[in-house]
């Protein structure tokens, strides 16, 4: 048996691009053993699943400690998918496994790797969800036509009693990790009522716990047929949007959440590398052609952008989705 440390920690949406490559991790070696090297949120995502063995949570020790106790395990392979991070390339190397796959920016510790996807200049834009494969396919390659996502364990009472008399809904999700990555929420509002209004369907908000006042307002708003969603665990909030026609959003975990499940997004998108990722996604796109790594960009440039979608814009789109499910 195989024993095999995998590095990622980040936000929801980093954790949930690393899970397709992770399947294939556990795909290509049934009978190992995996750690993961990650942050607290990777224990919601992965505690109802087989798919990890055992949890390191990088912030619970400091990282002398983490880094003995990595190096005592006498890993066989580790997968080092957090690629920019140099923290992530000091514990690759420091646990003195056989085989060590990586992707480091810096060139002089990317030839510490053994087996390495070389990224350029070219890549800073290549999807999150490719360069956790490319990292992958420089050991073993893999079947990269269908990266699949996580799914969840459904098992939660208190969601299906909220949705019970919801059976056509369209989430919404104004939350974003800064209101500034956010479509404003007067869009979402008049958004939402046209789309009441012609259709008839619920409108679900969901919400990040920070945003909690903030959703409850526009759900306010908004008025009849708006359903502000109770506090939810992760698993909870991918069963509601598996359950959803369409999920509109900011480029937020929650897009990931949704392509987990293969519910379409209708997103609002300043960014290549992070852009919806399903087939049948809708991606709103303000992309500026001048900028070479469009995810470096400040909040207030993508504040601008966002400003430039309008909700006729967006209702269009909209529409258009419609006639596929009518």
């Given amino acids: ?18 899970v ?22 990777s224990l919601e995502i992965f505690q109802k699943s087989n798919i990890i063995d055992y949890f390191i949570d990088r912030k619970k020790d400091n990282m002398l400690k983490t880094l ?17 991070s140099e923290s992530a390339d000091i514990y690759a190397l420091f646990s003195n496994s056989k085989i060590k796959v990586g992707g480091s920016k810096k060139k002089y510790l990317r030839y510490l790797y053994d087996y390495k996807p070389m990224f350029t200049s070219k890549d800073n834009n290549r999807h999150e969800y490719l360069k956790n494969i490319d990292i992958l396919n420089s050991y073993i390659d893999v079947n990269t036509t269908e990266l699949k996502s996580f799914i969840y364990k459904d098992e939660n009472i208190k969601i299906k009693d909220f949705l019970k008399d919801k059976k056509r809904y369209i989430v919404i999700s104004p939350s974003a990790s800064t209101l500034t990555k956010a479509w404003k929420e007067d869009n979402y509002i008049e958004l939402s009522k046209i789309i009441i209004s012609k259709y008839d369907y619920d409108i679900i908000i969901t919400y990040s716990p920070m945003d909690e006042k903030y959703c409850q307002k526009i ?32 480029n937020s975990g929650i897009m990931h959440i949704a392509y987990s499940v293969d519910t379409p997004v209708l997103c609002f998108n300043t960014s290549i590398g992070w852009k919806p990722f399903g087939l049948n996604d809708i991606s709103i796109d303000r992309i500026p052609k001048n900028v070479k790594n469009n995810r470096t960009l400040n909040g207030e440039q993508v504040e601008k952008l966002l400003n430039t979608i309008t909700v006729k814009e967006t209702f269009e789109r909209f529409e258009k989705f419609h006639l596929t499910i009518e």
């Fill in 1 to 18: 048996m195989k024993k095999i440390l995998i590095i990622k920690w980040g936000a929801l949406g980093d954790i949930l691009a690393s």
């Fill in 20 to 41: 397709p490559t992770i399947l294939k991790i556990k795909e290509q070696f049934k009978d190992s053993e995996i750690t993961f090297l990650s942050s607290s949120i």
């Fill in 68 to 84: 003995l106790y990595i190096r005592k395990q006498n890993f066989d392979i580790v997968f080092n998918l957090k690629w920019g």
């Fill in 219 to 250: 759900s306010d708003k908004i008025g009849e047929k708006a359903y502000l969603t109770p506090k939810t665990t992760i698993n909870e909030v991918a069963y509601i949007v598996d359950n959803a026609l369409l999920c509109i959003c900011n």
